[in-house]
């Protein structure tokens, strides 16, 4: 059972924002503010799209953008493409006995 | 450029063992905490092991722990991972990835190499 609780899946049509959550399950991870955020087309390595729950990298489009209420972080892709299609995962740092971890994945499918 | 590039991926019988290396360049290499990811088929990422620039800190997911080694040299610009006693479910593709110098992103990532495990 991961620490980061997504939903398997969100969809939308393109032009449309969509929005991907990441409830903090355990209180090891939920004291930091290190969320980070991936996106993963098959065959391909991650790309890391958000880190700091809100801090983006530089080359990483302004269309996704992180937040955080409570223990949930959220990651909302803006004017969805049909390139945007492809797993999305939260991870976060967790102490270090744990160090790092990965909510389960979601697969997000433009319509 | 900057890049990682894992090798030592291969088939491997349940009980045996793999090294994997992950090799480094464009970046000053010590500086830079180092992870190996993994992605069973039709599964999620999943956190392996971590190691600190200096190599003082080693970090393991309980999956992995008392079977798998990290280790790194840093005059090689090489991470390696010693996988021992090795199971079906460790069947994956293993990816090298660098932790950003703040916030535990991990910004550069190799293009993985695949692990089986099967007799």
């Known amino acids: 059972q991961s620490a980061l609780a997504q939903p398997a899946s969100v969809s939308g049509s393109p032009g449309q924002s969509i929005t991907i959550s990441c409830t903090v399950t355990s209180s090891d991870v939920g004291i930091y503010n290190f969320v980070s955020w991936y996106q993963h087309h098959p065959g391909k390595a991650p790309k890391l799209l958000i880190f700091e729950v809100t801090q983006r990298p530089s080359g990483v489009s302004n269309r996704f953008s992180g937040s955080k209420s409570g223990n949930t972080a959220s990651l909302t892709i803006s004017g969805l493409q049909a390139e945007d299609e492809a797993e999305y995962y939260c991870s976060s740092y967790a102490g270090r006995s744990v160090f790092l971890t990965f909510g389960g994945g979601t697969k997000v499918t433009v319509l | 450029e900057v890049q990682l590039l894992e090798s030592g991926g291969g088939l491997e019988q349940p009980g045996g063992s793999l090294r994997l290396s992950c090799s480094g360049s464009g970046f000053p290499f010590s500086s830079y905490v180092l992870t190996w990811v993994r992605q069973a088929p039709g599964k999620g990422l999943e956190w392996v092991s971590g190691m600190t620039g200096s190599g003082d800190d080693k970090y393991y997911a309980d999956s992995v722990k008392g079977r798998f080694t990290i280790s790194r040299d840093n005059s090689k610009n090489t991470l390696n991972l010693q996988m021992n006693s090795l199971r079906a479910d460790d069947t994956a593709v293993y990816y090298c990835?660098?932790?950003?110098?703040?916030?535990?992103?991990?910004?550069?990532w190799g293009q993985g190499t695949t692990v089986t495990v099967s007799s």
């Open positions: 990835a660098r932790l950003r110098l703040r916030g535990y992103g991990m910004d550069v």
